[in-house]
């Protein structure tokens, strides 16, 4: 691969894959009948979230506060889910403000937090829109039950200044099954109380090409998809050739025909081995393995002479390519493999 005159290490973006992983997983979801809202936390640029939003997504998903006030700054963002409990009076002050900026919805999973959204929203104009979290298996934040899905959802509809609009779930990679039962099951049961269940978000990078096989869904969360990464070839759910982000890397030492050292290390990889051996995959050289990091090396082995060379760049598809997006202040844009911009990431760091 030809040399790049670009300082490494340095996390690239290859525009043109980019933009057609957002075009095929747009279609794919326009076929199904599925609003798609991209869950920006993967690349934290708001000119990818607008792309995004030119292709047919219906809005975005952001998880923290911070990160939806990054992503709004520049506009052209509308529409916003934000995926996680907000509690504290602070925050809760900041995402009334957010509010009055965007159209805005948001989830909760108890009643503490479901109350301070209430006390807050009281006097609003306009109801804050709100969705119960469901665990469906993925043993994170959400409700247990579809039960108590319904004690929640009945709760939201005695308070003021909020509206139940949904159900929302992270689910457990490969079981459909399960999800669908658990979601239809609570959605019975609410509708049957007499509320709608106007959505039913669910969402999931490894699992983004059965959707089809959680029909009770209405709306599908996604990130790392228009980047894709190594765990996600590890699925079966990429190709090499569909990764967009790569860290590029200098070899700097060969200190033996079986060992090199690069310039990118924890601080550039992550340390994220998403359950993966090894710290990511060396585009072209698939018999090498990053076996150890350190703060700014990473240590290739193999088990044959590597064929590296002092001076020479390599590209690096990253175990986990959401972390590495929050590890650096720019990223390169690249064209036919040539840069064309650097671009700030924007909502780097925002994470309260």
């Not at 060379?309 to 590209?315: L, N």
């Not at 986990?320 to 671009?343: E, G, I, L, Y």
């Amino acid at each position: 691969m030809e040399q790049l005159d670009i300082e490494t290490p340095s996390v690239v973006i290859d525009l043109d894959i980019a933009e057609a992983n957002i075009a095929k997983y747009q279609a794919y979801c326009d076929k199904l009948g599925l609003h798609l809202r991209p869950h920006v936390k993967t690349h934290k640029i708001p000119d990818l979230a607008k792309k995004q939003l030119a292709a047919g997504a219906s809005g975005i998903t952001c998880q923290k506060i911070s990160e939806a006030e990054a992503m709004i700054s520049e506009g052209g963002i509308d529409d916003i889910l934000l995926t996680y409990n907000v509690l504290g009076q602070r925050k809760l002050h900041r995402l009334r403000q957010l509010s009055e900026k965007v159209r805005l919805s948001v989830v909760a999973d108890n009643i503490t937090c479901i109350k301070g959204l209430s006390e807050t929203f009281h006097d609003a104009q306009t109801p804050l829109t709100v969705l119960v979290e469901c665990d469906t298996g993925a043993l994170r934040c959400g409700v247990v039950s579809p039960e108590e899905a319904l004690e929640l959802v009945q709760a939201i509809d005695r308070l003021p200044g909020i509206r139940f609009g949904g159900l929302m779930t992270y689910p457990p990679v490969g079981q459909a099954d399960q999800i669908n039962s658990f979601l239809e099951t609570a959605k019975s049961l609410i509708e049957a109380s007499g509320l709608a269940v106007d959505v039913v978000s669910i969402g999931g990078s490894p699992d983004m090409w059965r959707a089809d096989q959680i029909p009770v869904g209405t709306e599908y969360r996604i990130g790392t998809y228009i980047y894709n990464d190594r765990s996600l070839i590890m699925q079966g759910t990429c190709e090499i050739k569909d990764c967009a982000l790569t860290i590029l890397a200098t070899v700097v030492s060969t200190p033996t025909p079986n060992r090199a050292v690069i310039d990118a290390g924890s601080k550039s990889l992550t340390s994220d081995l998403s359950g993966l051996s090894g710290h990511g995959l060396v585009v072209g050289y698939p018999y090498l393995s990053i076996e150890k990091l350190s703060e700014e090396h990473g240590c290739i082995t193999s088990d044959q002479p590597t064929g590296l060379k002092v001076g020479q760049q390599v590209h690096i598809i990253p175990n986990h390519a959401c972390v590495v997006s929050n590890m650096v202040d720019h990223v390169v844009f690249t064209r036919q493999q040539k840069p064309v911009k650097t671009q700030p990431v924007i909502a780097r760091g925002q994470v309260w």
